[in-house]
């Protein structure tokens, strides 16, 4: 996929422009544009000329994305790439539209001081405009003058999309508002004409012809709505920017013996580096001397660190916890774990389909129409006798009453009152469409880890053999467990600190990266580990198997402990799950949706928690890359909402069409979800998508008054019941009816206030349809992959392949074992691979 920055976007509708225009151009097979990121995702063989020529007769500007290719990286393509991206993804349009709101506020309140405040309630003026109404009415013209000048941009957007056959909003906004300022223009020439005449009662007639405020209230009310989306999109793109500053800045190498601190794009594959004690590992690599617990939470979420000893591979931005290491550098720059996760990040965010507004996809048809029958209302009044200035005066006033105020109103405030409500109650909706679309989820996938679970383990189960008590068992795990910086150790302090255990003085303590530890006290030898371990010390009873046996089936990690004449006992620790998880997931199904376990977690324990929290799937041991594909799978059955805590979450979370982040989690989940769950509890999941079927059904309401009011004021502005009833658009009913229209809007918005997010009860009660998908599987033997890299291109190949489900690909082995969910030929899966460059030798 070939990757463009676009410039010039402002709305849903000029996205889908690109779009539209991109799809037609020769060559073309697919294209998908994000407004979130400003970028675009082309597929097919058209010359890159040629699709930037196609976005700029569209009305906007493109330039090709910098990207190095894996054989190129050498460390500097990341730097450069991410460059471009931080400065891509920098929120420049909020701070300019605060400028422009509070600006035009201050111009507003004057010229609403003048237009309402005086006419209607008699509010005090300088002497020198008593009765002075054409100087009245140049002034009020001059303040709208500014508050247009000011929001121009709305004036050069909407006409230039217009112009460009593809109406926005701006084009509504801008219609509106130049209208009203026209019309307003004429009756104040009129005004003077009345006053050369000496007829005062035309003067005042037409001073209440000025729609100068409505002119000036559009552009300044539009504006509100403008700088909340512009703040919500910086904020949603702040996922790239995080794991950006996740990438290690400087690395320790080794140069002709010394140690020399270099920065990151200097390091090269082959590179010897060092990795100290609480230093994170800079490029990833494979450990030539030393052994050390590397916590990998930054990739893969879980919670405990893995043991690392010489031979183990390490990737960057992990955490070095405890021993010294000495490494090679395997893959560096864009081919980083890292990198990788950056780049399915942007990716997932360029191919995310745009959710387009209710008010924008109307809006094609709404404005062409308003023109149509404002030209054909000045038209029909001419052909039947009035004079031009009446019949102009009937067109300009379809398009006056026809103003996209309520239309602008109608999504943005139910979208406020159901933000804020969401808010009040812990569930952030970062944007517009997040809140939107959450109702429509069918299928909720759900990380273990600090999502189902606590994240953190805890004791659950003591077990003592040999006549000691379980207080005693605890006392000699916490003597051996003091020194370690094992979370598993932790677990076990956690729960002697309870008990109020005090640690005894120890020796000879020795750590055993993979298997346990050992420790000395009153010259006998204790030992701690796991079964491998501890049966090579003192022998084990086949009951204490079988209960550990019994406590791994139930997801529990069981810790041998025993001294140097016998096994003391077994404890046995777990991540428990939170106690409103069961709740949350039963509610989920009672609401017709498909709820799946996604872990990197082993399928034994992964399979325990699942069946214990009662979900409908369970898929183990993905990886970052992994829950990404998985997402992606599931999406072809139907809308997917994940829920994830971690870093590793994040490709999946921004791949899935709404991306729900649990609070406690890291800041790169948080940003790279659309709702963040501030109080880390699994129930506010189904209120989130309560509370989003509740704000929908609101928004559709608000429509139907904004339209409504349309209908019944467009025909009276046009003079249709002049001839039946002599009824004739009256000013001051234009401007009340507009009001009447928002009001109508902003008052059942309000209504969301009652809405109550945590009943069940009213939850339709039926189960899903799961879709269930026949997995065959095939193995290609392919020649031609040397490294990691290679392996990578053919699993992406492959599984860019619609019928593949996933693509195991070892380079060593030679091989591709490919899952199917439907019938290909094999023809297919050889083109796809030979295409990247490879041979495939036979596919089985």
């Known amino acids: 996929m070939k990757q463009y920055i676009v410039t010039g976007m402002s709305c849903a509708a000029c996205s889908a422009r690109v779009e539209k225009a991109v799809s037609k151009v020769e060559g073309v097979t697919s294209c998908s544009v994000s407004l979130l990121t400003n970028s675009m995702g082309v597929e097919g063989t058209a010359d890159a ?91 009020q013209m001059l303040l709208t003058i500014a508050i247009m000048v000011i929001n121009q941009k709305f004036f050069i957007s909407g006409f230039k999309s217009l112009f460009h056959g593809a109406p926005n909003m701006d084009t509504l906004v801008a219609l509106g508002s130049s209208a009203a300022f026209g019309y307003s223009t004429y009756a104040l020439f009129a005004m003077t004409d009345m006053q050369v005449k000496g007829d005062m009662d035309g003067v005042m007639s037409y001073m209440h012809e000025f729609y100068f405020e409505s002119a000036a209230m559009i552009l300044t009310l539009i504006t509100v709505g403008k700088m909340l989306e512009a703040h919500s999109k910086g904020k949603t793109t702040d996922a790239l920017k995080g794991l950006m500053k996740l990438a290690p800045k400087t690395a320790v190498v080794l140069r002709d013996g010394k140690e020399v601190t270099v920065p990151i794009r200097e390091v090269k594959q082959k590179d010897i580096f060092v990795v100290r004690p609480g230093e994170n590992i800079p490029v990833d690599g494979r450990i030539l001397e030393g052994e050390s617990a590397v916590n990998e939470s930054a990739l893969t979420g879980e919670s405990i660190p893995v043991d690392k000893t010489v031979g183990d591979e390490v990737s960057a931005a992990t955490l070095n916890q405890s021993g010294f290491l000495k490494c090679e550098a395997t893959r560096v720059g864009e081919d980083t774990t890292l990198s990788q996760i950056i780049q399915m990040v942007s990716d997932a965010a360029a191919t995310k389909a745009p959710i387009a507004k209710i008010a924008d996809k109307v809006s094609g048809v709404f404005v062409p129409a308003v023109i149509t029958i404002a030209v054909v209302t000045t038209l029909v009044w001419l052909l039947c006798g009035a004079d031009f200035g009446y019949a102009l005066a009937r067109g300009i006033s379809v398009l006056v009453i026809s103003c996209p105020c309520a239309l602008g109103l109608a999504t943005p405030v139910a979208i406020m009152v159901g933000n804020g409500m969401g808010a009040r109650n812990g569930i952030m909706f970062k944007t517009a469409s997040s809140l939107e679309e959450t109702g429509k989820t069918q299928i909720v996938a759900l990380d273990k880890t600090g999502t189902i679970t606590n994240g953190e383990p805890d004791v659950t189960d003591v077990i003592s053999v040999g006549g000691i008590t379980e207080q005693e068992l605890l006392q000699f795990a916490l003597n051996l467990e003091q020194k370690s910086e094992h979370p598993l150790a932790k677990a076990i302090l956690k729960r002697a600190s309870e008990m109020q255990l005090l640690a005894g003085d120890i020796t000879d303590f020795q750590a055993l990266p993979g298997n346990g530890l050992t420790a000395k006290q009153g010259g006998v030898t204790f030992f701690a580990g796991n079964e491998n371990f501890i049966k090579d010390k003192v022998k084990i009873p086949d009951e204490i198997k079988d209960d550990a046996k019994k406590l791994s089936n139930q997801g529990k990690t069981p810790l041998y402990f025993a001294k140097e004449d016998g096994l003391l006992g077994i404890i046995a620790v777990a991540d428990l799950m939170k106690e409103d998880s069961q709740a949350a997931i039963k509610e989920l199904q009672n609401m017709g949706i498909q ?115 349309n209908v019944i004021g467009i025909p009276l502005a046009a003079g249709v019941w002049i001839p039946l009833f002599h009824w004739e658009l009256n000013p001051m009913f234009g401007a009340a009816a507009m009001s009447l229209s928002s009001f109508c809007v902003v008052t059942n918005a309000l209504r969301l206030n009652l809405f109550r997010m945590y009943d069940a009860r009213k939850d339709e009660k039926r189960k899903y349809k799961k879709v269930e998908e026949k997995q065959m599987e095939r193995t290609m033997k392919i020649e031609g992959m040397m490294c990691g890299h290679c392996e990578a291109r053919v699993k992406k190949c492959l599984e860019e392949l619609p019928e593949v489900t996933e693509a195991v690909v070892s380079h060593e082995n030679g091989t591709a074992v490919v899952t199917l969910n439907a019938e290909v030929a094999n023809d297919v899966l050889k083109k796809a691979v030979e295409d990247q460059d490879y041979k495939v030798v036979s596919i089985e």
């Open 595 to 709: 709820v799946v376990m996604l872990t990197g977690d082993n399928e034994r324990t992964a399979q325990a928690i699942g069946k214990l929290a009662g979900v409908d799937d369970v898929i183990a041991g993905v990886l970052p890359d992994g829950k990404e594909a998985v997402i992606r799978e599931l999406k072809k059955k139907g809308k997917v909402a994940m829920v994830g805590d971690g870093i590793n979450d994040a490709p999946a979370l921004t791949r899935a069409d709404i991306g729900i982040a649990i609070g406690a989690g890291t800041d790169i989940a948080i940003d790279a979800a659309d709702i963040v769950l501030m109080k880390s509890r699994l129930k506010d999941v189904p209120a989130a998508i309560r509370l989003s079927r509740a704000t929908l059904r609101n928004i559709h309401e608000n429509l139907f008054w904004a339209f409504f009011y």
């Open 49 to 139: 000329d040629a699709i930037i020529k196609a976005v700029e007769e569209a009305g906007y500007g493109a330039r090709p994305k910098e990207h190095k290719n894996a054989s190129e990286s050498s460390g500097t393509g990341m730097s450069s790439q991410m460059l471009e991206q931080e400065e891509m993804l920098k929120d420049h349009d909020t701070p300019v539209l605060k400028k422009r709101l509070w600006t035009s506020l201050g111009f507003l309140i004057v010229l609403m001081y003048f237009s309402m405040g005086h006419m209607m309630w008699n509010w005090p003026i300088p002497g020198w405009l008593e009765g002075n109404h054409v100087a009245m009415g140049l002034l």
